[in-house]
T-cell receptor
Framework: DADVTQTPRNRITKTGKRIMLECSQTKGHDRMYWYRQDPGLGLRLIYYSFDVKDINKGEISDGYSVSRQAQAKFSLSLESAIPNQTALYFC?????????????FGQGTRLTVV | QQQVKQSPQSLIVQKGGISIINCAYENTAFDYFPWYQQFPGKGPALLIAIRPDVSEKKEGRFTISFNKSAKQFSLHIMDSQPGDSATYFCAASMDNYGQNFVFGPGTRLSVLP
């Protein structure tokens, strides 16, 4: 089983619908992240969390919300999906106590908003 | 000042050749520089990383060269293989628990057989 698991792997949804992307991890890491990947733009941070009571906005949080249900679970919601939210979404975790630790990514969720 | 620039956007190399990807940063507080490799349909995975106290780090065919004064670092892939075909992201971070990675835009490498 993957250390960082994302569901669903692919999703097509209609404009205006609410959708949730889920992430669970078995690494025991406190830090969890949601990134969005678009061609030519790299990985942009949407939200991040250092524990269940700590949620922080990243550089592109507008139109998104998150929930840290447990140390191992971090979900991303699109309250009212729009076509320019079509992208590849990645969840990631980091362990350790410093800033120079490896990030572990899930396999990604390809979201298409029509 | 938080931006990390990366070039080229795409790269085609013949098998056995050398692939070189360059990155540049502005924030001199960055002190950790990893490279992530992403295969199609997969999430990025750490390939190799360097700290600014060394100018070069080598792991197998992969080498990071670091130029602190120029605020640049590069990934060299020696004897490039078709299996190296992937997207490569450079990144930078500060050695602080609350600091997040700043990723470059990525380079799509294709190694021709």
């Amino acid at each position: 089983d993957a250390d960082v698991t994302q569901t669903p792997r692919n999703r097509i949804t209609k404009t205006g619908k609410r959708i949730m992307l889920e992430c669970s991890q078995t690494k025991g890491h406190d830090r969890m992240y949601w990134y969005r990947q678009d061609p030519g733009l790299g990985l942009r941070l949407i939200y991040y969390s250092f524990d269940v009571k700590d949620i922080n906005k990243g550089e592109i949080s507008d139109g998104y919300s998150v929930s840290r249900q447990a140390q191992a679970k971090f979900s991303l919601s699109l309250e009212s999906a729009i076509p320019n939210q079509t992208a590849l979404y990645f969840c990631a975790t980091r362990g350790g106590s410093r800033g120079n630790t490896e990030a572990f990514f899930g396999q990604g969720t390809r979201l298409t908003v029509v | 000042q938080q931006q990390v620039k990366q070039s080229p956007q795409s790269l085609i190399v013949q098998k056995g050749g050398i692939s070189i990807i360059n990155c540049a940063y502005e924030n001199t507080a960055f002190d950790y520089f990893p490279w992530y490799q992403q295969f199609p349909g997969k999430g990025p995975a750490l390939l190799i990383a360097i700290r600014p106290d060394v100018s070069e780090k080598k792991e197998g065919r992969f080498t990071i060269s670091f130029n602190k004064s120029a605020k640049q670092f590069s990934l060299h892939i020696m004897d490039s293989q078709p299996g190296d075909s992937a997207t490569y992201f450079c990144a930078a971070s500060m050695d602080n628990y609350g600091q997040n990675f700043v990723f470059g835009p990525g380079t799509r490498l294709s190694v021709l057989p």
